[in-house]
């Protein structure tokens, strides 16, 4: 049978990213996110739910992450579970569940305005890749439409943004 790991999360960062190198020159950058839910009760009330993911990013998006990224920060995380196992220095046998981020997508408002929780700076700076992966894979760079004239009948004039 076929399997399926997909995970997409929208959260707020809980806590600054901490970025570091590997060896091989490799940034990765370990972040915590905090998701809300929220749904009625049976007896009609609204119940609040939050679930704290720890997320790990690589290359390019570890180095966006650890330089625009703050506590509080709202991000869209898209990546796969990965089941982290381990043994204690006294024998015991520990695992983690978490989230080896594929793509990531900086939310909130772009340069110095405060547009929401996070402030500002969490847009995406120019020319940066919103997904890398481990170093030699991840998603293909972004294509520059930059030279391509403005579409509509005005030439691009009427657009409400």
């Known amino acids: 049978m076929a399997s399926y790991n997909r995970v997409v999360l929208l959260g707020n960062l809980t806590r600054d990213p901490e970025l570091r190198y590997i060896p091989s020159g490799t940034a990765v950058s370990d972040i915590g996110l905090a998701v809300n839910d929220r749904r009625k009760s049976a007896t009609g009330e609204w119940i609040e739910e939050t679930t704290f993911v720890d997320v790990t990013l690589w ?40 989230v080896v981020c594929d793509r990531m997508q900086m939310l909130g408002a772009r340069g110095g305005s405060g547009g929401g929780p996070g402030g500002g700076g969490q847009g995406r700076p120019a020319g940066a890749r919103q997904g890398a992966g481990q170093a030699s894979e991840g998603p ?22």
């Open 140 to 161: 293909p760079p972004e294509e520059d439409f930059g030279d391509l004239p403005p579409s509509g009948p005005s030439g691009g004039d009427d657009i409400p943004f």
């Open 59 to 98: 290359g390019r998006t570890a180095e966006v992450a650890g330089e625009y990224l703050t506590k509080g920060s709202p991000v869209l995380i898209e990546g796969r579970l990965k089941l982290d196992t381990w043994e204690t220095t006294d024998g015991q046998k520990r695992s983690k569940l978490k």
